[in-house]
């Protein structure tokens, strides 16, 4: 099953005929690396198998790069091994230095990378063609044209959306939706304008100036699409841009008539498109909603119910540490406040102390929580957290009532019961862990402002539910010290 | 369109869909990983800028190729370095429990 592209492939081989040893043997380079890659992406189904299986695929990329070094056409290396050099000397440090609480921006950032990549190789296989006047016949390469509009089109948006999104993770811009009248319908003009080029490219690919309209409007669109979206929303931003990315890949793939690029970029855009759907469905919202929508930006008219005569209860650490420590069953909600504040560490130490005093500690974990897919997962696992305490929602969720405490630590929006009981909710429809179930609820926040989609949360005035405020990593290491002493 | 092009159009559908059907099966607890797995493997775009950079392209192409090099050789080294770093955190508890997945 995973090596149907595999018969394709030799036959690609067979059809060439004249190809000599070498191509054999680059050709067997890739295929190997294929299957390879393929096989290292299935071992991320395992948690115990995936490093070894990563590895697997490491080990295919090496082939895949000597395979193209031996490539005939290549006539002068020095570039190249430069080039080879200055990436590594680049993406070492980035690959092991940078913290787990920066990934999001950092899988954005390489986003940028991959794309760039892509859109460069596809400006300069234009500028070979039509500026350096290799092609005397333009209408004879319209296949190669559409493949390379393609290529430069995903390419360039996602180049300048995706160094959107990492600044906007990493807070160089405001993570706010950015919005303005008229919005739409300018994104829109942007993108009938880079199909109009386009298409145009396709009847005559040799007109040099509208190919750079459509790369100038392509990086454009990249910009203006990521603007509006809001921080909570990056999850399937960061996911759409991955399938971007890939799919540049593939289309570079087409144009150079490469198979293996086909496949690694068919591999990433299904992974991207598959991710971005999940977040979406666990948004309750479509595509559409989250590129065109800009959520957070206005409060909906007569939307959340009003909350005025109700009052919070405030805890101190103290009560909350006797109740946590004489707790048989806790289930931990961690959110993006607990990345923000770094608070993973003192949350394992927490767990651990409750452990010790006989309690179970779960954690639940929505598929939105944080700024992208599996954010938490991470954090926690970098603080020891064995990954068979994480639960996904689907799992948990019919635990909560069994649970003595449930813990949220800067979670908002997917633990608000507006979203199943309040029909005029903006959040109406989203999934959500089902914290109000739970026999009593200690919520960790900063303050009592409202969580990104600005609305409300009755969870915060339930009588079941305590508030304890204050930053999460100070709050937490309270919790620590108070329950050491019990 | 040319034979090769349909068979190009072939090999994509398909890895498409052993994509998705892979990718379904992955579970949430890794989907950090599993972004940062197909950004390493899209570092692939490195076999397309080698040829460019190296080839008889013309001056354009090449220097275009070699900043490509630059940024995709980047992607893979970053990008398996730091997908086997966070595969190696996600571990079982100290007794694991058995029956477990």
């Known amino acids: 099953m995973s090596a149907l592209g595999v018969p394709l492939l030799l036959a690609d081989v067979a059809a060439g005929g004249t190809a000599g040893v070498r191509e054999l043997f680059i050709q067997t380079a890739y295929i190997v690396a294929s299957i390879l890659f393929i096989l290292g992406l299935r071992s991320l189904t395992k948690p115990d198998e995936a490093r070894r299986g990563m590895q697997m695929a490491a080990l295919g990329m090496l082939f895949a790069i000597i395979g193209t070094l031996l490539h005939e056409g290549i006539v002068t290396y020095t570039w190249i091994i430069i080039g080879l050099v200055v990436g590594s000397a680049i993406g070492y440090p980035l690959g092991k230095f940078v913290p787990m609480t ?7 950032f390489s986003h940028m990378f991959g794309a760039l990549a892509a859109t460069l190789v596809g400006v300069g296989e234009y500028w070979h063609m039509f500026l350096d006047g290799t092609v ?18 995903f390419g360039a948006l996602t180049v300048t959306g995706s160094f959107m999104a990492f600044g906007k993770l990493q807070e160089l811009i405001t993570g706010r939706p950015i919005t303005y009248k008229g919005q739409n319908a300018v994104n829109m003009a942007l993108f009938a304008g880079a199909i109009g080029c386009f298409l145009y490219l396709i009847y005559d690919p040799a007109n040099v100036t509208v190919f750079f309209v459509m790369t100038a409007l392509a990086f454009a669109i990249g910009i203006l699409m990521v603007l509006p979206i809001g921080g909570a929303d990056m999850p399937v931003v960061v996911s759409l841009l991955n399938s971007y990315a890939g799919l540049a890949a593939s289309a ?11 496949i690694c970029g068919a591999l990433d855009g299904a992974s991207g498109f598959l991710l971005s759907v999940l977040m979406s469905k666990a948004m309750n919202r479509s595509f559409g909603n989250v590129l065109f929508g800009a959520f957070g930006a206005a409060p909906t008219g007569g939307s959340a119910k009003s909350v005025e005569g109700l009052t919070v209860k405030s805890i101190s650490a103290e009560d909350a540490a006797v109740q946590l420590a004489y707790a048989s069953k806790v289930i931990v909600v961690p959110g993006y406040g607990m990345a923000v504040s770094q608070a993973q560490h003192q949350v394992r130490e927490l767990a651990e ?31 020891n957290v064995p990954y068979d305490r994480m639960y996904d929602m689907e799992e948990i969720n019919d635990q909560f009532p069994e649970a003595d405490v449930a813990v949220v630590i800067g979670a908002n929006d997917v633990v608000n019961p507006a979203a199943k009981t309040d029909p005029g909710s903006p959040i109406y429809g989203m999934p959500i862990l089902n914290v ?22 009755e969870l915060f005035y339930d009588e079941r539910t305590n508030m304890l405020f204050g930053d999460a990593k100070a709050s937490l290491g309270k919790l620590v010290s108070e329950v050491k002493t019990l | 369109m040319t034979d090769t092009g349909i068979i190009q159009l072939y090999v994509f559908i398909l ?3 052993v994509g998705y059907q892979v ?3 992955v579970p949430p607890l890794l989907h950090t990983p599993l972004m940062a797995a197909t950004n390493a493997i899209s570092g692939i775009s490195l076999v397309g800028s080698i040829v460019a950079a190296g080839g008889e392209h013309g001056r354009v192409a090449m220097w275009l190729g070699f900043v490509a090099v630059i940024c995709a050789m980047t992607n893979v080294v970053g990008g398996f370095i730091i997908t086997d770093r966070m595969l190696g955190m996600f571990k079982h508890a100290e007794k694991p429990k058995e029956g477990s997945k």
């Not at chain 1, 920066?102 to 954005?108: D, E, G, H, L, S």
């Not at chain 1, 570079?252 to 086909?262: M, R």
């Open chain 1, 102 to 108: 920066a990934m999001p921006q950092r899988i954005a």
């Open chain 1, 136 to 153: 005397t016949d333009p209408s004879a390469v319209r296949g190669k044209m559409v493949a390379l509009g393609f290529e430069v089109l």
């Open chain 1, 252 to 262: 570079t793939g087409f144009a150079i008539g490469n198979n293996v690029l086909i």
């Open chain 1, 353 to 383: 102390l409750i452990e010790k005093k006989g309690g179970e500690v779960k954690y639940a974990i929505h598929p939105v929580a944080g700024r992208m897919p599996g954010h938490m997962n991470v954090l926690l696992a970098e603080a």
């Open chain 1, 436 to 457: 109000n179930q739970a026999k009593s609820v200690i919520v960790l926040k900063r303050s009592m402002n409202a969580g990104f989609a600005g609305i409300e949360n």
């Open chain 2, 15 to 17: 890895a498409g869909f």
């Open chain 2, 23 to 25: 990718i379904t099966r």
